[in-house]
């Protein structure tokens, strides 16, 4: 099995993970948040077991989902396990990442997917897990326990990975590759919409602080010098008035 050594961009972000896993709160946090993603992508791929009508990728696919279950097991029980070493300072314990957490398999919907889709999208998805988590074993250096977690899980995610390809090209031999192509498009074009939420969530943040610091105060202000001008008490209605005083209109 070749050594997975993470994408060209995962390598290059590599002091920024180790920035994330180098903090005991952030570990906790990414340990339980992926615990979620790989329970979820699990209870997924086990949708997937009972809706095809393949039965060689029923049994895979109840294997891979097996696989992520345990996963999910492993990530909670180490992520509880260092919360009864420590409990942890920050109150956002549990706040959601914009960013996947490390399987992308959040982004998985199996009604109405043909399994030559669904094969892709789990190919890409366990590529890029299997990169990461390559990365991430190198990072927890000083975990022992939550690397041996990594260097388990990461053989799983080896395996998903090529079996979803082996079988992709089985079941569909012409267009297999085309067909992986548009589930990495799709895969891009989901990350550059949820990182175009949170941009646009911080960039809206600033201008409304922006507004609130230049255009509220003058705004209050004149506010104020206009109500000084107003008389104080009842006001005299016009003498030229023609409209009834209890119109509607
Ligand atoms: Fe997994
Ligand atoms: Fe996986």
Same mark, same amino acid.
Do not use: C
């Given at each position: @099995?070749?050594?997975?050594?993470?994408?060209?961009?995962?390598?290059?972000?590599?002091? &920024?993970?180790?920035?994330?896993?180098?903090?005991?709160?952030?570990?906790?946090?990414?340990?339980?948040?992926?615990?979620? &993603?790989?329970?979820?992508?699990?209870?997924?791929?086990?949708?997937?077991? +009972?809706?095809?009508?393949?039965?060689?990728?029923?049994?895979?696919?109840?294997e891979h989902a097996i696989d992520e279950l345990r996963h999910a097991d492993l990530f909670r029980q180490r992520g509880a396990a260092l919360l009864q070493l420590r409990s942890t300072r920050s109150k956002a314990? *549990?706040?959601?990442?914009?960013?996947?957490?490390?399987?992308? !398999?959040?982004?998985?919907?199996? +009604?109405?997917?043909?399994?030559?889709?669904?094969l892709a999208f789990l190919h890409v998805a366990e590529k890029a897990a299997a990169g990461r988590f390559a990365i991430y074993r190198e990072v927890v250096g000083d975990d022992p326990s939550t690397r041996a977690?990594? +260097?388990?899980?990461?053989?799983? +995610?080896? *395996?998903? @990975?090529?079996?979803?390809?082996?079988?992709?090209?089985?079941?569909?031999?012409?267009?297999?590759?085309?067909?992986?192509?548009?589930?990495?498009?799709?895969? !891009?074009?989901?990350?550059?919409?949820?990182?175009?939420? &949170?941009?646009?969530?911080? @960039?809206?943040?600033?201008?409304?602080?922006?507004?609130?610091?230049? &255009?509220?105060?003058? *705004?209050?202000?004149?506010?104020?010098?206009?109500?000084?001008?107003?008389?104080?008490?009842?006001?005299?209605?016009?003498?030229?008035?023609?409209?009834?005083?209890?119109?509607?209109?």
């Amino acid at each position: @099995m070749p050594r997975q050594q993470g994408s060209r961009v995962d390598r290059i972000l590599r002091p &920024v993970h180790r920035w994330v896993w180098g903090d005991f709160d952030r570990r906790v946090r990414k340990l339980i948040a992926f615990a979620k &993603v790989e329970g979820d992508g699990g209870r997924d791929i086990l949708r997937a077991a +009972e809706v095809t009508p393949d039965p060689l990728l029923r049994r895979l696919y109840l294997e891979h989902a097996i696989d992520e279950l345990r996963h999910a097991d492993l990530f909670r029980q180490r992520g509880a396990a260092l919360l009864q070493l420590r409990s942890t300072r920050s109150k956002a314990l *549990f706040d959601t990442s914009p960013l996947p957490g490390g399987h992308g !398999l959040d982004d998985l919907s199996i +009604e109405g997917e043909p399994d030559h889709r669904l094969l892709a999208f789990l190919h890409v998805a366990e590529k890029a897990a299997a990169g990461r988590f390559a990365i991430y074993r190198e990072v927890v250096g000083d975990d022992p326990s939550t690397r041996a977690i990594f +260097e388990e899980i990461l053989r799983d +995610e080896v *395996f998903h @990975m090529n079996y979803t390809y082996s079988q992709l090209t089985r079941i569909l031999p012409k267009s297999y590759r085309r067909q992986v192509w548009q589930a990495r498009a799709s895969r !891009l074009w989901k990350r550059y919409l949820r990182v175009a939420a &949170v941009v646009a969530g911080a @960039m809206s943040a600033v201008i409304l602080t922006i507004i609130y610091f230049v &255009v509220l105060g003058p *705004f209050a202000w004149l506010a104020k010098r206009a109500q000084r001008r107003e008389p104080v008490g009842w006001a005299s209605a016009a003498a030229n008035r023609d409209e009834s005083p209890t119109s509607q209109y």
